[in-house]
């Protein structure tokens, strides 16, 4: 069967990008921003996206690139004989199921308040009564699960139109639609009054705030979050390498995708500060922040239902973006180590997933009391898995079977890395000592911090 691929290569920028942007620029980014000091925080998370999410990035893409098929069998095609990384493949599959087991649910919530503000549910209410809407929902299980249904249905229906014909022509459509709703929104909030304290609070460096908080604590959150924006180490960006062009060098490409999920991260605290500077709101409420602060934000302002609606849409496209590219991964994956179709796999994978997010949904409410991890809820064990084990730990064997001698090599990777036309990685020594020994203990920091 002929490898498909994309239409174009703004096709590829647009879902790589998609499946970067998500949840974690535009809900996370903000109030771990916030917590942290602002605008030093910022800076600090845009080195460590340039020095260790760019090169683990074109890892993924070149094991894609290079191999041709998804995880498991990309690294078959590229490991010594008798050696064991794709077993590493497998491991990729559990945490993409893993990751959607919860974003499902989290994207669910995205398409509630959609509705919520276009119909009016949230006008005319005090600030005790909208914290009450989230809870409501959490404590209604049929909500939620009919918001999760919905995702996971339109998702694989999305891909079950191919690689071109769906998630390709959906994705340009929504991250489109995406990018002008964020600027737009953007420009709205630096125009509110009062928003000048939220912007340079955002993005004018105050060393003495940062100490505050402590800058130790300040580089560990940014050097955390510029890793775990991308998604990286459970071949969630890999799948998409396999089906790209030779025509461009992945250096090049892989800092056009992390451009777009920055602007969208930037763009968000533009939004989000200013707007809680205007209304005195505490920029650093943490995950409350989206679906209690922003909504009381909105009440106040002029035509605040149409804004709260606007918001909330952009938010549905950020996440269902990231919800059909791991699900293109789940179904090439399907395809390629078990030889089925495109339909009997969308078919399979859709119940699979329906089922496997239910345990989400019940726990927040039916099954509240249950505790998994450290006394995690089941959402919150879930995301401890994917986002401090699994990306990490598989991000490190990526790194590990591209510059060692025991994998696929370090010439070998920058080879497929350098192909095509572009920017290109230097070969030199100092790049080579930084990639074998200066990141991978960068990512161990990451991968021991989450664990403790």
């Given at each position: 069967m002929k490898r498909e691929s994309f239409g174009s290569r703004l096709g590829f920028l647009l879902v790589s990008a998609g499946c970067a942007i998500g949840i974690g620029n535009v809900w996370r980014f903000p109030y771990v921003a916030g917590e942290n000091g602002g605008s030093i925080f910022v800076l600090f998370y845009l080195l460590f996206l340039l020095c260790m999410g760019v090169p683990v990035l074109t890892m993924e893409l070149a094991v894609g690139r290079a191999g041709r098929k998804s995880a498991v069998q990309s690294y078959r095609a590229l490991e010594k004989p008798g050696s064991k990384w794709h077993i590493h493949g497998w491991f990729c599959m559990i945490g993409c199921y893993l990751l959607m087991m919860y974003y499902t649910t989290v994207s669910g919530w995205m398409v509630s308040y959609f509705f919520k503000f276009a119909s009016g549910t949230f006008t005319g209410l005090g600030s005790e009564e909208v914290g009450s809407v989230f809870s409501a929902l959490l404590t209604d299980p049929a909500e939620m699960g009919l918001w999760m249904a919905v995702t996971v249905i339109a998702?694989?229906?999305?891909?079950?139109?191919?690689?071109?014909?769906?998630?390709?022509?959906?994705?340009?459509?929504?991250?489109?639609?995406?990018?002008?709703?964020?600027?737009?929104?953007?420009?709205?909030?630096?125009?509110?009054?009062?928003?000048?304290?939220?912007?340079?609070?955002?993005?004018l460096p105050d060393l003495n705030r940062a100490a505050e908080v402590g800058f130790g604590k300040v580089i560990t959150a940014a050097m955390n979050q510029a890793f775990f924006t991308l998604s990286l180490g459970i071949g969630a960006m890999e799948i998409f390498g396999s089906y790209m062009s030779d025509g461009q060098t992945l250096a090049g490409e892989s800092i056009r995708i992390c451009a777009l999920d920055t602007f969208v991260a930037l763009c968000s605290g533009l939004i989000i500060f200013p707007a809680c500077s205007s209304y005195g709101v505490q920029p650093d409420a943490g995950p409350s922040l989206i679906f209690i602060t922003l909504p009381n934000v909105f009440l106040h302002m002029e035509g605040g239902r149409i804004w709260g609606t606007l918001f909330f849409l952009f938010m549905t496209f950020a996440s269902f973006s990231t919800v059909i590219a791991v699900f293109e991964n789940l179904l090439a994956s399907c395809i390629d180590n078990f030889?089925?179709?495109?339909?009997?796999?969308?078919?399979?994978?859709?119940?699979?997933?329906?089922?496997?997010?239910?345990?989400?949904?019940?726990?927040?409410n039916v099954w509240s009391s249950l505790r998994i991890i450290g006394g995690r809820d089941v959402l919150d064990s879930e995301d401890f898995l994917v986002s401090n084990l699994l990306l990490p730990l598989g991000s490190l064997i990526y790194l590990l079977f591209c510059v060692t001698r025991w994998g696929w090599g370090f010439?070998?990777?920058?080879?497929?890395?350098?192909?095509?036309?572009?920017?290109?990685?230097?070969?030199?020594?100092a790049m080579k000592f930084y990639l074998q020994f200066i990141l991978p203990v960068l990512i161990l920091v990451i991968l021991i911090q989450g664990l403790i």
């Open positions: 998702g694989f229906l999305v891909c079950s139109l191919g690689l071109q014909n769906g998630l390709e022509r959906v994705t340009k459509v929504m991250m489109a639609a995406l990018l002008v709703l964020i600027v737009v929104l953007a420009a709205h909030s630096l125009l509110l009054p009062g928003a000048a304290g939220g912007l340079s609070f955002y993005l030889g089925w179709d495109r339909k009997k796999a969308v078919l399979i994978n859709c119940i699979g997933i329906l089922i496997a997010s239910l345990p989400c949904v019940l726990g927040y010439d070998s990777y920058l080879a497929e890395t350098n192909r095509g036309n572009g920017l290109r990685l230097s070969g030199k020594k």
